[in-house]
């Protein structure tokens, strides 16, 4: 029987290219918000005895996790087989140990709150720091999409001189695979934070950068101040107008703006998040590695 695709508000256009790949049936989910604060939920179509698998990038996570909830517990209550979540973007993820005293771990708790709802969940590059593996954190399977092959292949096909900058140490995965798939130079930048937006970044101390078109690629771009910090750096160094390639376009209010003003060349990111700077779409990965969590729960 046909798979179920049931995006969230904002997610069509990513389910119509995983449905081009899956076979997928698409079946819309409506949210209606009143002017409490509450979410009415409803779903696009009978699940019953069907798979589905919910759409939704958490960006906003607060506002989304109790309507995904919702979702996934009226589609068992009406009699779905299994219910998977396919989420892009996964939120809190960042909060990985307890930097101060009585600080929520939110990563390991957000990671609960999904295996209550879930038969498996799918994302695209999480952001894993201190954690060794998606699977470590849920009880669920986990199913991690690696976006360093499509993004190797943009920037071959765009910025075929690139050399490759990751702003921190936590850059380094993502960096050197991309490199290594894209036959181009790569460095690791050091970063120092002492704040949400208090961000130092020292450039390395070779000059391959100036070596050809400087393109910095980081998983996440919330508030730019990393970006827009490198891009200051490498223009004082005399490096060419850089490219930022992210992962997912989180972009807090006017961080966009901000990083082009800093000198950013061109700004690109992939689908995980819907976003003007969307150029490498990650649906035909995700319908590919939904078939094999299907397979295999």
Known sequence: MMTIIAPFPGMEPLAR????TSGAEIQPVDLHHFPDGETLVKLGGDPAGREIAFLATLRDPDRLALPLR???LTARELGAARVGLVAPYLGYMRQDKRFHPREAVSAPIFAGFLDECFDWVMTADP???????LSALFRIPAYRVATAPLLADWIAANVPEAVLLGPDSESQQWVAEVARLAGRPYEVLTKHRSGDRQVEISLPGSAVFRQGTPVILDDIASSGHTLIRTLE???QAGARPATCVIIH???AHGAE???RHAGAARIVSTDTIPHS????CVGELLATEMKVAQCAT
């Open 17 to 20: 290219r995983m449905a081009a």
């Open 70 to 72: 919702f979702a996934a």
């Open 127 to 133: 952001h894993l720091h201190r954690n060794p593996s």
């Open 233 to 235: 750096q490498l223009e």
């Open 249 to 251: 376009a989180v972009f």
């Open 257 to 259: 703006e901000a990083i």
């Open 277 to 280: 700077t969307n150029a490498v």
